[in-house]
């Protein structure tokens, strides 16, 4: 059992350069997430879906862009790269009941120059 | 607005030894859920507890629990009998208003060093 995967692990973009974090998860959860943790700051809620089709904003939304076309893969595209967007990203997934935790991924860490 | 405040960036614990970590939180939904995470140095997010607004006991998993106090808006992490794969960061979250929602906010965390 897998659980969450993402990919890549590590990237270097150059700033304007676009490109899509992969988030899988094979729990048949129907909520996924994206988080950006910074240093000294937490994590970050970046966008969310509660299912297929439907989508929205977290705390952190400009420059990214997300879509859940099946409820295995979330991916978050990036769509003209900052240094500001330099961080690690998790993607995350859990069952739509109440006390259900977050199941993250290992992380990527981004850097952007 | 919601809010989690964790105010030990570091903290230092002997072996075996018990150590609380503090985790305040600010929210006017009538319904909430708390989480603690542990982060470790290789960076992977591992959940440790859960504690739901109503319930009605504090929350217990294995040498975790926590020591929740509504009046206070506090959720304070205990870790008993401390061991040296402790050392880790420590994250309080909070998701409010009902289930059908993903934001979880998180505090900035706390730094736990365990000492032989």
């Not at chain 1, 500001?84 to 981004?110: K, M």
């Not at chain 2, 607005?1 to 030894?17: D, H, L, R, S, Y």
């Not at chain 2, 206070?72 to 059908?100: E, H, P, T, W």
Request: net charge neutral; hydrophobic share 30%.
């Amino acid at each position: 059992n897998a659980g969450v995967t993402q990919t890549p692990k590590f990237q270097v973009l150059k700033t304007g350069q676009s490109m899509t974090l992969q988030c899988a998860q094979d729990m048949n959860h129907e909520y996924m997430s994206w988080y950006r943790q910074d240093p000294g700051m937490g994590l970050r809620l970046i966008h969310y879906s509660v299912g297929a089709g439907i989508t929205d904003q977290g705390e952190v939304p400009n420059g990214y862009n997300v879509s859940r076309s099946t409820t295995e893969d979330f991916p978050l595209r990036l769509l003209s790269a900052a240094p500001s967007q330099t961080s690690v990203y998790f993607c995350a997934s859990r069952r739509q009941i109440e006390r259900s935790p977050l199941h993250f991924g290992n992380g990527t860490r981004l850097t952007v120059t | 607005a919601q809010k989690i405040t964790q105010t030990q960036p570091g903290m230092f614990v002997q072996e075996k030894e018990a150590v609380t970590l503090d985790c305040t939180y600010d929210t006017s939904d009538p319904s909430y859920g708390l989480f603690w995470y542990k982060q470790p140095s290789s960076g992977e997010m591992i959940f440790l507890i859960y504690q739901g607004s109503y319930d009605q006991q504090n929350a217990t998993e294995g040498r975790y629990s926590l020591n929740f106090q509504k009046a206070r808006k506090s959720a304070n992490l205990v870790i008993s009998a401390s061991q040296l794969g402790d050392s880790a960061m420590y994250f309080c979250a909070m998701r409010g208003d009902s289930y059908n929602t993903d934001k979880l906010i998180f505090g900035t965390g706390t730094r736990l060093q365990v000492f032989p």
